[in-house]
Nanobody, 122 residues
Framework: VQLQASGGGLVQAGGSLRLSCAAS????????MGWFRQAPGKEREFVAA????????SYTDSVKGRFTISRDNAKNTVYLQMNSLKPEDTAVYYC????????????????WGQGTQVTVSS
């Protein structure tokens, strides 16, 4: 599967952005999908993930209540709605895919898209 992330940009603190990740191929619905981010000088970290059916989700604590992950299998797309953005959310955001079973926040994600920059100004 090939992944293409989009939707990043510059936003003021408290604002919102919606990231999209479009996948190629006809087997999108068999992949668990995740969003990760990497801030300058920091390691890449897990942000959120959604199971292949769309019913199970997982979030890192720092985004719970602010970010929502969803997917549309008919459109081969996964979304990350980000509300109440904070300067510490500034990072390059990556989408990833995994066909492995297990806990969404610790799966081996073997497929990655290019990143999209999110910058939150204070």
């Amino acid at each position: 599967v090939q992944l293409q992330a989009s939707g990043g940009g510059l936003v003021q603190a408290g604002g919102s952005l919606r990231l999209s990740c479009a996948a190629s191929g006809r087997t999108f619905s068999t992949y668990n999908m995740g969003w990760f981010r990497q801030a300058p000088g920091k390691e890449r970290e897990f942000v959120a993930a959604v199971g292949w059916t769309g019913t199970s989700t997982s979030y890192t604590d720092s985004v719970k209540g602010r970010f929502t992950i969803s997917r549309d299998n008919a459109k081969n797309t996964v979304y990350l709605q980000m509300n109440s953005l904070k300067p510490e959310d500034t990072a390059v955001y990556y989408c990833a895919a995994s066909q492995r079973p297990g806990a969404l926040n610790s799966l081996p994600y073997g497929y990655w898209g290019q990143g999209t920059q999110v910058t939150v100004s204070s």
